[in-house]
């Protein structure tokens, strides 16, 4: 299953449980098409709802209850949540926001946009609070490029090999995913689409050349590893367990002190860096598993020469 934000999963939850305690029971593929994941990948958000309540989680009737009936899913709101909660002004902007970014995924969720609404009335914020995204510095460009059909020339930082490269690409569509915007674009130098983070496109030139826009796949959900990715077996002590939410991982076992996981690794360079950041080890391929050491070295040595 592939791996999905904490962000976005918590975002798919909220708009999930309102729209289920607002209407009933719904079925699951239903769920699973407005949303636009798979049914192991929705199933698998609604019991994090287990996980919303008062700490530690213990006693009946403090966190959501969803249940599955065959195809069908049903959720009962804790008494906790159904009383009128007296909040303080930061809690009650951190719950703005949290039903704001709810919306933003689902906006047919009519009762949340009332409730929004009011709490943001009660707030005196009505008009005065807009959750943003920040954008990178050629994005306007980027999409003028896209909306004229022409073709850019780009300066552009690849984080996998960590390597600076000239591109000439087509842009076809820019978009917000996985925390960042990505620019989807035939790449003249492989022949093939290709996907690009705007914030690491470190300048931008217009050829002059247009194009004939062809057929494509829009940038849909979170990014597919490219097909020069490779598997590779690493070992992570039990602290950098947050490897397993932002990494394509698969754990394959696991005790007290550590696990051990297969790592979608896109780059030599990258992966040293994440073995560096967790202290993960290399079990396989064997000319890896030195790895960690070697870029240690590397990088005392540079310390050392300045």
């Known amino acids: 299953m592939a791996r999905h934000p904490v962000e976005e999963r918590l975002q798919r939850l909220l708009a999930a449980l309102a729209g289920i305690a607002a209407t009933g029971p719904v079925r699951l593929d239903e769920l699973c098409e407005r949303f636009g994941v798979s049914r192991r990948q929705m199933e698998a958000d609604l019991r994090l709802a287990q996980f919303m309540g008062v700490p530690p989680y213990t006693l009946p009737g403090e966190t959501p209850e969803v249940s599955f ?110 925390g960042a915007w990505h620019l989807l674009a035939i790449d003249h130098r492989s022949g093939q689409e290709r996907r690009f983070r705007v914030d690491r496109i470190l300048d931008l030139r217009d050829t002059g050349e247009v194009f004939e826009p062809p057929a494509f796949s829009p940038i849909e959900g979170p990014f597919d590893p490219p097909a020069f990715a490779a598997a590779v077996t690493v070992r992570f002590p039990a602290g950098a367990r947050w490897v397993t939410e932002y990494v394509d991982v698969e754990v394959t076992d696991e005790d007290a002190t550590s696990f051990t996981a297969v790592v979608t690794s896109v780059g030599e360079s990258w992966l040293a860096r994440l073995l560096l950041r967790t202290g993960g080890e290399v079990l396989d391929p064997p000319e890896l598993t030195d790895l960690r050491r070697r870029t240690a070295a590397t990088v005392l040595a540079r310390y050392g020469a300045s």
Do not use: C, N
């Not at 002004?89 to 969720?109: H, M, N, Q, S, T």
């Not at 990178?136 to 460009?141: G, K, M, Q």
């Not at 490029?145 to 569509?173: C, F, G, K, N």
């Open 69 to 178: 009936h065959d195809d069908w899913v049903d959720v009962r709101v804790p008494e906790f949540f159904a009383r009128p909660p007296t909040l303080t002004r930061p809690e009650g902007f951190a719950v703005l926001a949290a039903g704001r970014a709810a919306l933003a995924l689902d906006p047919g969720l009519d009762a949340l946009r009332s409730a929004m609404a009011k709490l943001a009335d009660a707030l005196a914020l009505a008009g005065e609070i807009d959750i943003t995204i920040e954008e990178p510095r050629f994005l306007d460009e980027v999409r003028a490029a896209i909306e004229a059909h022409r073709r850019l020339e780009i300066d552009y930082w690849s984080a996998w090999r960590d390597e600076r490269s000239t591109r000439r690409v087509d842009p076809l569509q820019v978009k917000f995913v996985d």
